[in-house]
């Protein structure tokens, strides 16, 4: 199982930014995906959670309603939409798969929102 994000990068506050997850190494359908983000001297935390096949999502308070978890399932990639960014939601962002109960990480993306 591998996962490579992309997206990550430098913007304003009230910005927008799409962080990619590519997975390669399993059927996608089957892989609960999640979005994961630590920033400096604070614990990880879960930002966005999608069952296998879609089924359920859901988000930390922090974020709900300006971030957005979907799939495109041709292309095996997950995405996180994020609009109305704020500085606080600087941080490495990392994707999760969890496949027959094992979870897999990828490397991450640095988001950074400064003013």
């Known amino acids: 199982v591998q996962l490579m994000e992309s997206g990550g990068g430098l913007v304003q506050p009230g910005g927008s930014l799409r962080l990619s997850c590519a997975a390669s190494?399993?059927?996608?359908?089957?892989?609960?995906m999640s979005w994961y983000r630590q920033a400096p001297g604070k614990e990880r935390e879960l930002v966005a959670y999608?069952?296998?096949?879609?089924?359920?999502?859901n988000y930390a308070d922090s974020v709900k309603g300006r971030f957005t978890i979907s799939r495109d399932y041709a292309k095996n990639t997950v995405y996180l939409q994020m609009n109305s960014l704020k500085p606080e939601d600087t941080a490495v962002y990392s994707c999760?798969?969890?496949?027959?109960?094992?979870?897999?990480w990828g490397q991450g993306t640095q988001v950074t929102v400064y003013s």
């Open positions: 999608e069952t296998s096949a879609g089924g359920f999502t």
């Open positions: 999760k798969a969890v496949v027959h109960y094992i979870h897999y």
């Open positions: 190494g399993f059927t996608f359908s089957s892989g609960a």
